[in-house]
C-alpha cells in the first residue's frame, strides 16, 4: 500500500483504506530520519533548529488524527515538533523560514475529494522534498519501519504564527483604490486563511462564498475545473465585483475571473502579473520562470516588459530551482501555481491574491479589458492520451515533426512558426500530455487531428 500513496512531489492517499494513522506514525519517522541523516551528510543549508520540524494541518475531518499520529512518529525519532495547527499549505512554507528548522509536513489532500488526505514535505528553507530529492528515501525508509515505542520522543510545542503570516503577506499588498471581490473558499482552507489576512483592511471588501470549513464540499475544490467555477461566475454576475477569486482546498492555487466572470487562464493571469512587476524601478530587466505549457503570450509580455524570460521543466521542484539559480523574481505553472522571489521562491495563493488585487486597484481598465489583448491565440489546454510505450509515441512524433525545431527540455516540444506543442509524460500514469497552441481556432481543430492519428482520442484522467 505504501508504493501507491507516494507520487511524484507529495503522498496522497483515499482514507483510511489507503492512507491511515499507522502509516502516518511510518511516515512521521521516516522523515523525520531522512532530516537527521541529511544534516549528518551536510546537505542542506544551516538552520537555527535543525532538530525541529513543523506540522500543519487542512480542515478534512481526518486531518486532526493522522497529524496527532504523524506527529508521534516525528517525535519516536527524538525529533522536536512545533505544532502550527490548521493552516493554508502556503502559511508552512512561510513558517519554516519565520521559524528557521529543519523543515515541515503539511497534512493535506489539496484540491482532491473529501475522502483523500495526504502528506506535503518540506526541507529547510521550505524546499519541496520530492521524489528526485528524497522523497523516495522517504518511502523506502516507511517501507522498513513497524509502529511501536522507540524509548525515544522529541518535544512538543504549539505555536501561533498567524500575526506574522498575516504580515507577511499584507506586504504584497498595495491597494490604490477600493477594491469589491468575491472569494469562493471552496469550503477549503482559504475560508480560514482570507479573513485571517484581509479582514478589516478598509480598502478591501470581501464577498464571501463556501467558507465554511465544515469537511464538506459543496463543488470539488479543484478551481481548474470550469464547471466548480459554476457557483463563483454566477456570484459575480449578480454582484458585479471587480473580480472574482477561486482557491483550491489548501489555499495554494487560485484561479481569477473578471469581472463579467470570465475565467483568465493562469499564464494568461501570470502575463498581468509579470507586467505590474517589470514595471517596478527595482525588477527592471529581472527574470521570470514559467513552465513550458505556458502561452507564447507569456513571454511575448515579459519582453515588452522588459524583463527575461526562462522557459521550465513542469513542477514545483523544477520552476523553485530555476528561481533559486537565475534569481528570478517571479515564477509560474499553468496550473495555478504563483511563485515569489521575495516569499523564499514559494508558491502561494494569498499573495497572488494581494498582487492581483494592488494590480487592479491601479488600473482604470478593468480585469477583462486588460486581459482581452492576451487571448490572440488558440489553445487546447492540457488533453491526455493513454500509451502503453510512451517512448514509442514520442519517437513518432519526432519523427513525422522532424522538419520542425524539436526540444526535449520536458518530453517533446514542436515548433513549427504558426503553431506549436508539447508532449509530456505523466509521472504516475500510462499516459501522454498534450498542449496545443495556435494563431486561431481552425488550425488547432486541424492540428489536433493531425496529432489524434498518431496519440488516439484524449481519455479522462484517472
Not at 499549505?89 to 489532500?109: E, K, R, W, Y
Not at 525508509?141 to 499584507?170: C, E, F, M, P
Not at 466572470?261 to 521570470?288: E, F, Y
Not at 514559467?290 to 513542477?315: N, Y
Amino acid at each position: 500500500m505504501i508504493e501507491r500513496i507516494f507520487k511524484a512531489y507529495d503522498i496522497r492517499g483515499t482514507c483510511p483504506d489507503m492512507l491511515n494513522e499507522d502509516a502516518a506514525w511510518k511516515i512521521g519517522y521516516a522523515t523525520a530520519l531522512f532530516f537527521q541523516r541529511s544534516r549528518n551528510n551536510s546537505f542542506g543549508p544551516k538552520v537555527k533548529l535543525p532538530d525541529t520540524v513543523l506540522v500543519g494541518r487542512d480542515m478534512r475531518p481526518h486531518s486532526p488524527a493522522l497529524a496527532a499520529a504523524l506527529i508521534e512518529g516525528i517525535r519516536a525519532s527524538r525529533t522536536n515538533v512545533i505544532d502550527v495547527g490548521m493552516v493554508d499549505t502556503p502559511f508552512l512554507s512561510f513558517a519554516i523560514n519565520h521559524v528557521d528548522c529543519a523543515g515541515g509536513i503539511q497534512v493535506t489532500a489539496s484540491h482532491n475529494s473529501i475522502h483523500w488526505n495526504g502528506f506535503n514535505i518540506s526541507g529547510a528553507q521550505a524546499r519541496l522534498i520530492g521524489s528526485a530529492t528524497g522523497l523516495e528515501d522517504i518511502k523506502r525508509i516507511t517501507n522498513t519501519l513497524r509502529v511501536g515505542k522507540t524509548g525515544q520522543q522529541g518535544s512538543l510545542q504549539q505555536l501561533d504564527l498567524w500575526s506574522a503570516y498575516r504580515k507577511h503577506v499584507l506586504q504584497f499588498l498595495d491597494l490604490k483604490r477600493k477594491m469589491r471581490v468575491v472569494v469562493d473558499g471552496s469550503n477549503g482552507m482559504a475560508g480560514w486563511m482570507i479573513p485571517a489576512i484581509f479582514d478589516g483592511l478598509p480598502q478591501l471588501q470581501i464577498i464571501p462564498l463556501l467558507f465554511e470549513t465544515a469537511g464538506v464540499f459543496v463543488h470539488e475544490p479543484n478551481p481548474l475545473v470550469d464547471a466548480n467555477l459554476a457557483m463563483l461566475r454566477q456570484k459575480v454576475i449578480a454582484d458585479t465585483p471587480d473580480l472574482g477569486a477561486c482557491f483550491d482546498g489548501d489555499a495554494d492555487v487560485c484561479v481569477f475571473l473578471d469581472e463579467k466572470g470570465q475565467a483568465i487562464r493562469s499564464d494568461l493571469m501570470a502575463a498581468l502579473i509579470s507586467k505590474d512587476l517589470l514595471a517596478q524601478p527595482a525588477n527592471k530587466g529581472k527574470t521570470i520562470v514559467f513552465d513550458l505549457r505556458a502561452s507564447r503570450v507569456l513571454s511575448e509580455e515579459i519582453s515588452k516588459a522588459g524583463g527575461v524570460s526562462h522557459r521550465e521543466r513542469v513542477g514545483p521542484a523544477s520552476i523553485r530551482k530555476a528561481m533559486a539559480d537565475t534569481h528570478a523574481i517571479f515564477g509560474a505553472e499553468s496550473s495555478g501555481h504563483y511563485y515569489f522571489g521575495e516569499n523564499y521562491s514559494a508558491d502561494s495563493g494569498a499573495i497572488a491574491f494581494a498582487r492581483v488585487l494592488s494590480m487592479l486597484s491601479a488600473q482604470t481598465m478593468p480585469l477583462s479589458g486588460l486581459a482581452k489583448p492576451l487571448f490572440r491565440y488558440a489553445q487546447s489546454g492540457e488533453l491526455s492520451f493513454a500509451a502503453d510505450d510512451k517512448d514509442a509515441r514520442m519517437r513518432d512524433l519526432a519523427d513525422k515533426y522532424r522538419k520542425a525545431h524539436i526540444d526535449y527540455l520536458d518530453g517533446i516540444s514542436v515548433d513549427c512558426g504558426d503553431y506549436w506543442f508539447n508532449v509530456r509524460k505523466s509521472n504516475t500514469q500510462p499516459l501522454l500530455r498534450l498542449n496545443v497552441e495556435c494563431r486561431d481556432e481552425h488550425k488547432l481543430q486541424e492540428k489536433l487531428q493531425e496529432l489524434k492519428a498518431i496519440l488516439g482520442e484524449p481519455v479522462a484522467d484517472h
